[in-house]
Each structure stands twice: as C-alpha cells, then as structure tokens.
C-alpha cells in the first residue's frame, strides 16, 4: 500500500458550556480533520489536530502549514511502513498537534492494513484493564461548580477533576470544601492548576492543599512548562501526590523529570507528545520507573481521542484516562470510535480506529 494524497478540513464543534481553566475559555473545539489517502480507493486513514496554541504553541494554520510544507512532500508516494512513524517525528521540531493528526492517520493505516483494532496492533505491554473517565469541573463560581459537580456525578462520573489557579487559594480550597461537602464520600477529587503558580505560590498553595484534609487525590501541573526541579523539589516536599502535564511533551522531558523526582504520576497526551509512537517511548520511560500514568487530551474530539484510548489500551502504566472533552459538545458528530457508557470507555469494533471514515471524510470533497 503507498500513500496518495493527504488531506484536511477544519471543523468547528459547539460546547454545552464553556470550559474554563486557569490558562483558557474555550467554547467551541476547533478541530483539524486529515485524511491520508492510499492506492486503495476505500482505505483512508484519519487523524485531528487542535490548536491549543498556549500549551503547545501549535496554530490551526500552523498545523496547516506542516501538513503542507513539510509531510505532504515527505509522505505522498511513499510505501506504508513503520519507518514513517520515526521519519514524521525527525523532519520538524515541534508541531506537535500536526504530527499527532499524522502520526494517528498512519497507525490506522497501519491497523487497518493489519486487519486488527488498532490497540490490538499496537499490543505494547497491555494491561489487563476496565477504563472508566474522569469528568473536568471549569472553574467558575463555587455554586455553580457544586452544580456540574452534582450533574457529573449523577450522570456516572466518580472521579471528578477541578479546575482550580485562577483565583488566591483560599477561594480554591472554599470551591474545593463545597464540592466535597456536597459530592458522596466515595467521589473521587482531583485538582488542576495549569501552571498557575510561581514558586512561592505553589509552596503556599500545596502546604495549604496539604492541611486542608479534603482528600485531593493528587493536583497536576502547578508550576510552569519549564520549572523540572522545582516539580521534583515540590513533588519530594509535600503529602499531596503531583501529576506532571505541560512539563511533558518528550522523551528528554520524560528523563529529565525522572532524574529530578518528579515521578509521582504523568500526564500523558498525543497532542503534546506527537502521536502514538513517541507517547510508547515516553510510557516505557515511565515503566522504568514505575510512574503510573494517565492519559488526557486537550479540547479534542472523537477521531484523536479515539486513538488516546487505543494507545492506553495497550500501555501498561496507563491506569486512568481523562477523556471528557467528546462528552462535552452539544451533539456528537462522529460515528464509530471510541464508546461512553456513564464514565465507562471502550473501542467500538472495526479496524484501526474503528471510525466511521467514510462520514467525515465526504466533507473533504465537498
Ligand atoms: C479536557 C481535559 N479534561 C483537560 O483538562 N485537558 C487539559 C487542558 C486542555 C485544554 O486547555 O485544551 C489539562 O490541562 O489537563
Ligand atoms: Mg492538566
């Protein structure tokens, strides 16, 4: 099978609310759909990018413009092989977003030309598991957090992961005892203040988040992309465990946060990490030193989210998914793909991402 054509549409998906966090408000996933097109006239692969530009710094036309300038002239009439997945990865720094589209498209080719579910292809060291997704509470006034948190609960949600940064930390913690006081004992919460701190003020917060006797169950990202040691310092110095998010991206990531200590727990999403390809190696990082991860997504829909669940399907340090993004647009416009049942997540059935192709993909010529 050889590569013909690489294709691409953006499409605009309506939240039922906006989502809110320390960094960003979004309202509306923009999503980047591509189609690589083989000498099989029915075998398409599909991949998304979003545009998440302050964690990433990717743009939708820069997205655009790597698809263009850079894997269209890699990629068209090149034989499919694994070798891609590394190639795709080498000729670009950074353009994560993009590569992530591309890199997703090849393995459902690759998945598809195999005749097998694409976690089933991927077969790297799986656990044996049930995946069951957390729910984000944005951050917006305690009563109304207590309200989403109610609904989420009552939709099936029993982990629940709060926003929190924005405000001083005494306004986090009243939104975090609401929540509590509200939600049954047996909720599960989290928090996540998307780099919101400085030093000084995560040492204040997490000694506060320490004392507060909430049972947070850990918090992710306090401080900046770029602050390691200080997630090693922070994670070594208080009770509440730290997730690591926007500080990983990459395999040099990965070492580096091991080498500082901050090996608590990881965050691990394709937009940030290039694909699937790169994401096993930054899993086998983890494995080495026994760091449990999760895997999230950023404001991405079914096709990319599709694929995080196959990757942790097959990824043993994988033992808990944040997939809600899907969850939260009005309607679901993607056939196929990844199954909610309550919290519960599954792949549907069909090769590679199991995507319903042909749907979304009669938008390309249309
Ligand atoms: C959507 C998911 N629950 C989430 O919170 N993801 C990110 C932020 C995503 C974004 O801003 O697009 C996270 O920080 O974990
Ligand atoms: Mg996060």
Redesign the pocket.
């Known amino acids: 099978m050889f590569i013909t054509d690489i294709k691409y549409y953006r499409y605009g998906t309506s939240l039922k609310k906006p989502f809110k966090t320390a960094l960003r408000t979004v309202e509306v996933i923009e999503s980047i759909y591509v189609f690589i097109e083989t000498n099989y006239e029915d075998i398409v692969g599909v991949g998304e990018a979003v545009p998440t530009y302050v964690i990433t710094g990717d743009t939708k036309g820069g997205i655009e413009a790597a698809i263009e300038e850079v894997f269209k002239p890699l990629l068209i009439n090149r034989q499919l092989t694994k070798d891609l997945l590394d190639e795709i990865q080498q000729i670009i720094v950074g353009n994560t977003s993009a590569k992530a589209a591309i890199d997703i498209a090849l393995y459902d080719l690759l998945a598809q030309e195999a005749e097998l579910p694409l976690y089933k292809y991927l077969d790297h060291n799986p656990g044996n598991k049930d995946l069951e997704t957390c729910y984000t509470v944005s951050l917006n006034e305690a009563n109304e957090m207590v309200e989403d948190g109610l609904r989420y609960v009552e939709e099936g949600f029993n982990h629940l992961k709060i926003k929190v940064g924005k405000d001083n930390v005494e306004t986090d913690l009243n939104r975090l005892k609401a929540l509590r006081n509200s939600l049954p004992n047996n909720v599960i919460l989290s928090a ?1 203040a ?1 780099q919101a701190w400085d030093e000084q003020g995560a040492r204040y917060a997490l000694k506060h988040f320490d004392e507060a006797d909430l049972e947070i169950e850990s918090i ?2 306090p401080v900046g992309r770029y602050e390691y040691e200080l997630l090693g310092e922070l994670t070594q110095s208080f009770n509440i465990p730290l997730m690591v ?2 500080s990983l991206f990459s395999t040099y990531d990965a070492r580096r946060l091991v080498e500082v200590g901050a090996n608590n727990l990881w ?1 691990i999403k394709l937009m940030k990490t290039g694909g699937i390809h790169e994401a096993l190696k930054i899993h086998d990082i983890a494995q080495s030193a026994d760091i449990h991860c999760m895997v ?1 997504c950023m404001m991405e829909t079914h096709v990319s989210v599709t694929a995080a669940l196959h990757f942790s399907l097959a990824a043993k340090q994988v033992n808990r998914v944040d997939f809600d993004a899907p969850l939260m647009v009005v309607e679901r416009e993607i056939e196929g793909g990844i199954v909610y049942e309550g919290a519960k997540v599954s792949p549907s059935e069909g090769f590679g991402l199991g995507i319903d192709r042909k749907s979304l993909y009669k938008k390309v010529s249309s």
Do not use: I, K, R
Request: aromatic content about 0%.
């Open positions: 996540d998307n992710e990202q998010d926007e965050n999230g």
